[in-house]
C-alpha cells in the first residue's frame, strides 16, 4: 500500500507544481488567511478518485470535502495541499501529506514536499525514509543548543492556548524558532534531524496523521502538551526527538 500512496502524493504534486506561480482562484474558508485554492480541490480530487479506483472499500477524510465513507476498516486521511498560504504568495515550502489508518491506527504515512521532490514515507514498525534513506531524528539534549519549529492556527489574534506566550517562552529558551508555515514539512524536519522539536495547536487530523508516524518511526516521541499519549485528533501536539521533550513539556505547561 505505501507505494501506492507515494503514487498518489506524486501525481498531486505534479498538479500543484503545474500551478504554481500561475493565476489560480482563491476562495476563504473563515477568515483572510484561510485560503483555499482551486489547486487544492485539483489535487484532492485526484486523490480521492485515485482511492475509488485503487481502493474502492477504502473511506478517505480529506481537508477539503471531508468525510467519504466506504465499508473496510480503512481510513486515507488526505491533506491535497500542507501549506496553501505559501502556495498562494509564491513562497515554495508546501506539501501534499497522507496517512492511511486501519481500525484508528496509523500504518502509513507519505509527506510529499513537492518543490525538492522530496518522498518522506513511513510504515508501522519499519522505519522512516526520505527519498529511500532511512531518518533518525537528532540526538542534541539540550533545549539551549535546540532549533525548533512552530505554527499559528487561523484565529491567532485570538491568542488561544496561549500560543503567543508559548512562543516567547522558546524564543527566551531555544537557540532558534522557525516557522514554515506546513505543519506536515515541520514534522518531516523533527524526524530528519532539522529540528530537534515542534509544537502546534489546533492542528486537523489531515495535518497530523503522516507526519505523526514518521516521527515516531524515525525514534521521536509525539505527545500532547502534558506529555500525554495522543492521536490525530489532538488539539496539541508535541513532536521532538524525545530527548529534549520532558524540557518542551515543562515550558508549554509553566505558560498554560
Given at each position: 500500500?505505501?507505494?501506492?500512496?507515494?503514487?498518489?502524493?506524486?501525481?498531486?504534486?505534479?498538479?500543484?507544481?503545474?500551478?504554481?506561480?500561475?493565476?489560480?482562484?482563491?476562495?476563504?474558508?473563515?477568515?483572510?488567511?484561510?485560503?483555499?485554492?482551486?489547486?487544492?480541490?485539483?489535487?484532492?480530487?485526484?486523490?480521492?478518485?485515485?482511492?475509488?479506483?485503487?481502493?474502492?472499500?477504502?473511506?478517505?477524510?480529506?481537508?477539503?470535502?471531508?468525510?467519504?465513507?466506504?465499508?473496510?476498516?480503512?481510513?486515507?486521511?488526505?491533506?491535497?495541499?500542507?501549506?496553501?498560504?505559501?502556495?498562494?504568495?509564491?513562497?515554495?515550502?508546501?506539501?501534499?501529506?497522507?496517512?492511511?489508518?486501519?481500525?484508528?491506527?496509523?500504518?502509513?504515512?507519505?509527506?510529499?514536499?513537492?518543490?525538492?521532490?522530496?518522498?518522506?514515507?513511513?510504515?508501522?514498525?519499519?522505519?522512516?525514509?526520505?527519498?529511500?534513506?532511512?531518518?533518525?531524528?537528532?540526538?542534541?539534549?539540550?533545549?539551549?543548543?535546540?532549533?525548533?519549529?512552530?505554527?499559528?492556527?487561523?484565529?491567532?489574534?485570538?491568542?488561544?492556548?496561549?500560543?503567543?506566550?508559548?512562543?516567547?517562552?522558546?524564543l527566551k529558551t531555544a537557540r532558534a524558532v522557525r516557522r514554515l508555515g506546513s505543519a506536515a514539512i515541520d514534522f518531516c524536519?523533527?524526524?530528519?534531524?532539522?529540528?530537534?522539536?515542534?509544537?502546534?495547536?489546533?492542528?486537523?487530523?489531515?495535518?497530523?496523521?503522516?507526519?505523526?508516524?514518521?516521527?515516531?518511526?524515525?525514534?521521536?516521541?509525539?505527545?500532547?502538551?502534558?506529555?500525554?499519549?495522543?492521536?490525530?485528533?489532538?488539539?496539541?501536539?508535541?513532536?521532538?526527538?524525545?530527548?529534549?521533550?520532558?524540557?518542551?513539556?515543562?515550558?508549554?505547561?509553566?505558560?498554560?
Open positions: 500500500m505505501i507505494n501506492k500512496v507515494v503514487q498518489i502524493s506524486k501525481i498531486a504534486g505534479e498538479i500543484i507544481r503545474e500551478g504554481f506561480g500561475k493565476n489560480f482562484s482563491i476562495e476563504y474558508k473563515t477568515n483572510l488567511s484561510n485560503l483555499v485554492t482551486e489547486i487544492d480541490k485539483k489535487s484532492e480530487e485526484a486523490i480521492i478518485n485515485f482511492v475509488k479506483k485503487e481502493f474502492p472499500t477504502h473511506s478517505v477524510l480529506a481537508e477539503e470535502t471531508g468525510s467519504h465513507k466506504a465499508s473496510s476498516e480503512y481510513l486515507w486521511v488526505v491533506d491535497p495541499l500542507d501549506g496553501t498560504s505559501n502556495f498562494a504568495h509564491g513562497f515554495p515550502i508546501f506539501s501534499v501529506s497522507i496517512g492511511v489508518q486501519k481500525n484508528n491506527e496509523t500504518v502509513c504515512g507519505v509527506v510529499y514536499d513537492v518543490m525538492n521532490d522530496i518522498v518522506y514515507s513511513s510504515e508501522k514498525g519499519s522505519g522512516s525514509f526520505r527519498n529511500g534513506q532511512k531518518l533518525q531524528v537528532s540526538t542534541n539534549d539540550d533545549i539551549r543548543k535546540s532549533m525548533i519549529v512552530t505554527g499559528f492556527p487561523y484565529n491567532v489574534t485570538e491568542n488561544p492556548d496561549h500560543v503567543f506566550e508559548r512562543f516567547i517562552a522558546f524536519y523533527v524526524a530528519s534531524g532539522v529540528f530537534d522539536g515542534f509544537w502546534e495547536v489546533h492542528l486537523n487530523p489531515w495535518d497530523v496523521c503522516a507526519g505523526k508516524l514518521i516521527v515516531e518511526e524515525a525514534g521521536g516521541l509525539v505527545t500532547n502538551f502534558a506529555g500525554e499519549s495522543t492521536d490525530i485528533y489532538s488539539k496539541q501536539i508535541l513532536a521532538t526527538n524525545g530527548k529534549v521533550h520532558k524540557k518542551m513539556v515543562e515550558i508549554l505547561q509553566l505558560n498554560n
